[in-house]
């Protein structure tokens, strides 16, 4: 069990909201590049049509994406992103309202229209993005209701960059007394750990993949001991290091213990999204169960669920696993 009893009853999920279409096609051409994240890029020749094997229109976006989660975890959310006075911000609503999500508090933009991505999957579930951020990527900070949040978890996503919309939301989370976890995108980590650890240390559970927890430190993603002892004493409760097919680490900061779970086996179809999904199911996790090892297990099944499908929605879990259910997922201490 962690340290800390605070009871909580809601959370608030905030950062983006688009409308993606997922494009699948085996004709897109492998080549290696030493510089891709991966190794290698994704091509096709200019001037040509190419045969798509699918395509799928899904919403998307870090805070909506885990709004879901939290909602079909039985937990009233809330959902806070910026979207466009347009069809596609329509259906983001809608999309959030079926799975009953508070959508009060989204905002509109009436001069951006509402982000898009198009997601390009290569046969092997790797993907490029092609964003267009929109009106995601003007959050008003300041128009939040903070006081309406007393006692809230709220789950933060990437908000693009916007460093005054990042320092405003933390200082009033941690205003209200209420909960953060945090999955910074690369806009934010990009800031450095000198400037971030202050946010860092306001943070309850900090969420990151070991690339950027490593580009963070300032060191190779194989430090991985070095990694956990420059940020696993910042955040109050756990720090989260997913690592893709490797599987996923958490740090119990209140009692210097670090977890393992090896990735679910399942055939990889889409990775879009995968973050979301494990950082908001370990957080649900926290919040109904207390347990950093069930939390780990419940982020790995709806990770699961999302890379064995098309779309960032299509595959997170129906209803929070039982524990009976997480419990025979294997967690052990890390060897680091």
């Given at each position: 069990?962690?340290g800390?009893?605070?009871?909580?009853t809601?959370?608030?999920?905030i950062?983006?909201g688009?409308?993606?279409?997922f494009?699948k096609?085996t004709?897109?051409?492998?080549q290696k590049?030493p510089?891709?994240?991966?190794g290698?890029?994704?091509?096709f020749?200019l001037?040509s049509?190419?045969?798509?094997d699918?395509?799928?229109?899904?919403?998307?976006?870090?805070?909506?994406?885990a709004?879901?989660?939290?909602?079909?975890?039985g937990i009233k959310t809330?959902?806070?992103?910026r979207v466009?006075?347009d069809?596609?911000?329509?259906?983001?609503?809608?999309?959030?309202?079926n799975d009953?999500?508070q959508?009060?508090?989204?905002q509109?933009?009436?001069?951006?229209?509402t982000?898009?991505?198009v997601?390009l999957l290569s046969?092997?579930?790797?993907?490029s993005?092609?964003?267009?951020?929109?009106?995601?990527?003007?959050?008003?900070?300041?128009t939040?209701p903070w006081?309406?949040f007393s006692?809230?978890w709220?789950?933060?996503t990437?908000?693009?960059?916007n460093?005054?919309?990042?320092k405003?939301?933390i200082?009033?989370?941690?205003?209200?007394?209420?909960?953060l976890a945090w999955n910074?995108?690369?806009a934010?980590?990009?800031?450095?750990?000198?400037k971030?650890q202050?946010?860092?240390k306001?943070?309850?559970i900090?969420?990151?993949?070991?690339?950027?927890?490593a580009s963070?430190c300032g060191?190779?993603?194989?430090l991985l001991?070095k990694?956990?002892n420059?940020l696993?004493?910042?955040?109050?409760?756990a720090?989260?290091i997913?690592?893709?097919?490797?599987?996923?680490?958490?740090?119990?900061?209140p009692n210097?213990k670090?977890y393992?779970?090896?990735?679910?086996p399942?055939?990889?179809?889409?990775?879009?999204?995968a973050?979301?999904a494990f950082?908001?199911?370990?957080?649900a996790s926290?919040i109904k169960?207390?347990?950093i090892?069930?939390?780990l297990?419940a982020?790995?099944?709806n990770?699961l669920?999302?890379?064995?499908n098309?779309?960032?929605?299509?595959g997170?879990?129906k209803?929070?696993?039982g524990?009976?259910k997480l419990?025979?997922i294997?967690i052990?201490?890390?060897?680091l």
């Amino acid at each position: 069990m962690l340290g800390f009893t605070f009871s909580q009853t809601k959370v608030c999920t905030i950062g983006s909201g688009t409308r993606d279409v997922f494009i699948k096609s085996t004709h897109f051409e492998k080549q290696k590049d030493p510089s891709s994240p991966t190794g290698f890029d994704a091509c096709f020749p200019l001037g040509s049509k190419i045969n798509l094997d699918n395509v799928i229109f899904e919403t998307g976006g870090g805070a909506t994406n885990a709004a879901v989660t939290f909602a079909r975890s039985g937990i009233k959310t809330s959902c806070i992103c910026r979207v466009g006075d347009d069809d596609n911000g329509k259906t983001i609503k809608k999309v959030l309202n079926n799975d009953k999500v508070q959508t009060d508090y989204i905002q509109t933009d009436h001069n951006a229209q509402t982000g898009y991505s198009v997601i390009l999957l290569s046969g092997t579930g790797q993907r490029s993005i092609l964003v267009y951020r929109g009106a995601s990527r003007s959050i008003n900070a300041q128009t939040i209701p903070w006081s309406k949040f007393s006692k809230t978890w709220f789950y933060l996503t990437s908000l693009g960059g916007n460093r005054s919309a990042l320092k405003t939301i933390i200082n009033n989370v941690n205003k209200q007394n209420c909960k953060l976890a945090w999955n910074p995108g690369n806009a934010e980590l990009a800031q450095g750990l000198d400037k971030l650890q202050l946010y860092f240390k306001q943070t309850d559970i900090l969420i990151m993949n070991r690339e950027e927890a490593a580009s963070v430190c300032g060191c190779k993603p194989t430090l991985l001991k070095k990694i956990f002892n420059t940020l696993g004493k910042l955040p109050r409760i756990a720090l989260v290091i997913t690592d893709g097919p490797k599987g996923a680490y958490a740090h119990d900061c209140p009692n210097n213990k670090t977890y393992y779970t090896k990735a679910l086996p399942g055939k990889r179809i889409n990775t879009t999204g995968a973050g979301d999904a494990f950082g908001s199911a370990f957080t649900a996790s926290i919040i109904k169960t207390n347990d950093i090892k069930l939390a780990l297990a419940a982020g790995s099944i709806n990770s699961l669920g999302v890379i064995t499908n098309m779309g960032a929605k299509a595959g997170l879990f129906k209803e929070f696993p039982g524990i009976k259910k997480l419990s025979r997922i294997k967690i052990s201490l890390a060897k680091l």
